[in-house]
């Protein structure tokens, strides 16, 4: 299951992450699993940002999660994260090191909505255009963090 893995964020400062309970509506309510503590990532960023509320004109720093041990992987059901088909989000179960990837700004949505059941309710979403306002070298991030 190792491959890239993504997370957005509306700060630059990561380096580091540690799994926690998201503080969200469909957490709060029981739609989606409140008991384990994970970090959320993406194979995609378009699943990383099917995974947030956005709109356009708003600007996320993409990382990726470096050193990935498949041990700390898991795949959430349906059950657990209602829109998981959508998004394709994996949690990963420990600490870990991220690297920042670059700075992307959300376009207009794409089209169709997509749509994705919660309890007894359907929820609306849809995936967005986006561009890199921003991609940073692996090598000069690595250099410039010594500073």
Request: hydrophobic residues 30%.
């Given at each position: ?36 503590k ?26 990726e ?6 041990k ?5 059901s349906?059950?657990e ?28 949505p ?30 000069i991030?690595e250099?410039m963090?010594?500073?």
């Open positions: 299951m190792t491959k890239k893995l993504y997370h957005i964020s509306k700060s630059n400062k990561i380096k580091s992450m540690s799994p926690s309970i998201p503080n969200n509506f469909f957490t709060k309510n029981g739609y989606e699993e409140n008991k384990t994970r970090i959320s990532f993406s194979p995609s960023i378009d699943g990383c940002i099917l995974g947030v509320n956005v709109k356009e004109g708003d600007e996320y720093f993409v990382y999660l470096l050193n990935i041990n498949n700390f992987l898991k795949q959430p349906k059950k994260v209602p829109d998981v088909k959508l998004t394709k989000e994996i949690w990963y179960l420990s600490n870990c090191k991220v690297r920042l990837v670059g700075k992307i700004k959300i376009g207009k794409k089209g169709p909505d997509l749509y994705f059941k919660y309890g007894n309710n359907t929820a609306i979403t849809g995936l967005w255009h986006y561009k890199w306002v921003e991609k940073y070298n692996k090598d991030i250099y963090s010594k500073f």
